[in-house]
C-alpha cells in the first residue's frame, strides 16, 4: 500500500485501490487499545435514478435507508448484531443523503470483526417477509419523525428551499415510497451501488495495513463488477420556492431554520476550499464569539440553542443557521443587515488570522476522535479530495473570499426560513 505522510498533523495514511476497484484507508494509530473500521457506499437517499447494464431505473425514496436495514439480515438467521457483541464489538450503521455507512468498534479480535463487516455488508439476502416486517418498523421511524420539531422543521425547509434537488425529501422517504420497495428492488439497488468500484473501507487504529487488505481481497474477492452510473440532473435557481414556511406543534417556544441558497461547490480541491470559505464566512457572520451573536443574545432574541454553518451535498449547498427564538424573522432580519455591514466595512487582519487559527485548531482538534476522523475520511473521499490536507487549504484562504461569499450568498432573495410556533400560539 502506498503510504501518505501528513508530519503537521503527526498522521500517515495507506491507501491503495485493489483490483476489484474498491478503495482501502488505513490510518495508524500505535498503542491504540480501540479500533474502528467503516465500510462505505457512495449512495444514499438522493440517488434513486440511476442506469446499470445499459438499462435506467428509479428507484422508490428512502430505498437507500431500507436497504441499509434489510443488509443486516443474513442467510440462516444469523444475527449480525449479536455476532459482533461476541467478539466484544460493537457494530452500527447510517444512511445520510449521499453515502451509507456500516461501521464497528473493537478493542479485540480485529480481523474477525473486519472479516464480519465485509461479509454482512457484501451478502444480499432479502425475503418477501423480513422485507414486508421491515417495512412496519420504517414506518413507525417515519411517524416518530412526523412528530419530531427537529425532523419537521429541516423537511419543511428543504421543501420550501428546493423545488428539483432530492433533498426536499426525507432521507427515510415517505409511507407511500416505501411501500414500493421489494426485495427486488434492494437486490437491484445492492448489485448497482454495492460494488467494491463505489466503496471505500476505512480503518483507523493500531492495524497492519497490509492485512486489513488482504482481508478485503478474500472476503470481497479480486473480480470487478458492473457499477450504476447516478443519473444526478437537479437544477435549482438560487431563489427557493417558498421565502418562508410556518406550522404548529408541541413546542415550548418557536424554532426556526434558515437557509441561503448557494451554488453547489462541485469535487476536488477548489470544492473544500469553497466550503472552508463558507465555513468561515458563518463564523464571521453569527458564531459564538460573533458581534451579531452577542448582540442578538444580549437582545434575549437567542438563546445557547442558535448555531450554523456552512452544509453542502452533492448538487446543493447552503449557508444554515437555526435556534429558539420569540421572533425568528427579527433574527434572520439581523443576519442580513450584519453581512451587509460586514461587506462594507470588511474583516480586520487580526480578526480574520483568529478566526483562522481557531477554525484550524477546532479541526486538528478533531483528529483525537476516531469516530469523527473515519467519517471525514470517507466523506471527502467522495469529494475527490484527501482530508489530511486541510491544514494548506486554510492557510491560502483569504479574507477577500469571505467577503465575496457574504456579498453574493446571504441576500434576502436567496433566504427561506422555516418556523415551528407553539400549538397555544397558534391557537391565540
Known amino acids: 500500500m502506498t503510504q501518505f505522510d501528513y508530519p503537521e498533523l503527526d498522521e500517515k495514511l495507506y491507501r491503495e485501490v485493489l483490483p476489484n476497484g474498491l478503495t482501502v484507508a488505513v490510518v495508524p494509530r500505535r498503542g491504540f487499545a480501540r479500533s474502528i473500521a467503516y465500510f462505505v457506499t457512495n449512495f444514499g437517499s438522493i440517488h434513486t435514478d440511476f442506469r446499470l447494464e445499459g438499462e435506467e431505473y428509479r428507484a422508490p425514496a428512502g430505498v437507500a435507508h431500507y436497504l441499509e436495514h434489510k443488509l443486516f439480515d443474513l442467510p440462516g438467521g444469523r444475527d449480525v448484531t449479536a455476532e459482533f457483541a461476541a467478539l466484544g464489538a460493537t457494530v ?3 444512511t445520510s443523503y449521499d ?9 479485540q479480535e480485529f480481523d474477525q470483526c473486519l472479516r464480519l463487516l465485509l461479509e ?43 423545488e428539483n434537488h432530492p433533498i426536499r425529501i426525507p432521507i427515510l422517504g415517505t409511507r407511500d415510497s416505501i411501500r414500493e420497495i421489494t426485495p427486488e428492488t434492494l437486490e437491484l439497488c445492492h448489485r448497482a451501488f454495492y460494488t467494491p468500484g463505489n466503496m471505500l473501507l476505512c480503518v483507523i487504529g493500531d492495524v497492519d495495513p497490509e492485512a ?22 437537479w437544477p435549482e435557481e438560487m431563489t427557493p420556492v417558498l421565502p418562508q414556511t410556518a406550522c404548529a406543534m408541541e413546542v415550548a417556544m418557536p424554532t426556526f431554520s434558515l437557509a441561503f441558497k448557494c451554488e453547489p461547490v462541485g469535487m476536488g480541491s477548489q470544492a473544500i476550499r469553497q466550503e472552508m470559505v463558507a465555513d468561515l464566512a458563518a463564523e464571521v457572520l453569527f458564531g459564538e464569539s460573533s458581534a451579531l451573536y452577542l448582540s442578538l443574545y444580549e437582545q434575549g ?29 427579527a433574527v434572520r432580519d439581523a443576519i442580513l443587515r450584519q453581512a451587509e455591514q460586514l461587506v462594507e466595512t470588511g474583516i ?81
Do not use: W
Open 212 to 233: 486489513v487488505k488482504q482481508a478485503a481481497l478474500e472476503v470481497l474477492g479480486a473480480e470487478k463488477r458492473p457499477m450504476g452510473a447516478k443519473q444526478n440532473h
Open 120 to 162: 454482512f455488508v457484501s451478502t444480499p439476502y432479502f425475503t418477501s417477509e423480513s422485507v414486508e416486517r421491515e417495512r412496519g418498523i420504517i414506518d413507525q421511524e417515519i411517524g416518530m419523525n412526523l412528530d419530531a420539531p427537529d425532523s419537521v422543521i429541516f423537511d419543511s425547509l428543504m421543501a420550501a428551499m428546493y
Open 92 to 94: 452500527n450503521a447510517f
Open 348 to 428: 480586520g487582519q487580526e480578526e480574520f488570522l483568529r478566526l483562522k487559527r481557531s477554525a484550524l485548531g477546532r479541526r486538528i482538534r478533531g483528529l483525537d476522535s476516531l469516530d469523527g476522523t473515519c467519517f471525514r475520511v470517507c466523506a471527502y473521499h467522495f469529494s475527490e479530495f484527501d482530508y489530511f490536507r486541510f491544514p494548506e487549504i486554510y492557510r491560502d484562504i483569504q479574507k477577500e473570499e469571505i467577503l465575496c461569499f457574504l456579498s453574493r450568498v446571504v441576500r434576502r432573495e436567496r433566504c427561506a426560513i422555516s418556523v415551528i410556533k407553539p400549538l397555544e400560539e397558534e391557537e391565540s
Open 301 to 329: 432574541l437567542i438563546d445557547s440553542s442558535f448555531g450554523g454553518g456552512f452544509e453542502t451535498l452533492e448538487g446543493c449547498a447552503m449557508l444554515c443557521a437555526s435556534g429558539d427564538s420569540d421572533d425568528p424573522y
Open 99 to 107: 453515502m451509507t455507512a456500516y461501521y464497528f468498534t473493537c478493542t
